[in-house]
């Protein structure tokens, strides 16, 4: 609540998240006037949840990426606003 508090005295338009495993409470989401969006290392709705880099190469995908997308309620499972793909090469490396 203390959080929540001081974070609500600020104001904020948006909110940014990125390597955050826990689904956000309302509490927290309707805070910000814009919402709060998520980086995530995946081509979502592919690999959504924990470890996307990892289970993506442990099935050998041949491209990759980041995304953007608006937090909400379910993990990983809000609109999303851009992509960014990357290709991966034999050796497992992200280019």
């Known amino acids: ?3 929540l508090a ?7 338009q948006i909110c940014v998240t ?3 495993g826990n689904i956000l409470s309302t509490k927290f989401l309707t805070i910000p006037k814009q ?3 998520n980086i995530h290392p995946s081509l979502l709705p592919l690999y959504r949840g924990a470890a996307p880099v990892q289970r993506a190469l ?13 937090n909400v309620r379910e993990l990983d499972a809000g609109p999303v606003l851009a992509s ?3 290709g991966v090469d034999n050796d497992i490396k992200v280019r």
């Open 18 to 20: 990125a390597a955050y």
């Open 58 to 70: 442990q099935d050998g995908v041949k491209e990759t990426g980041v995304s953007l997308a608006f």
């Open 1 to 3: 609540e203390w959080f």
């Open 35 to 37: 919402g709060t969006v």
């Open 84 to 86: 960014q793909r990357t």
């Open 6 to 12: 001081n974070l609500r005295a600020l104001e904020p």
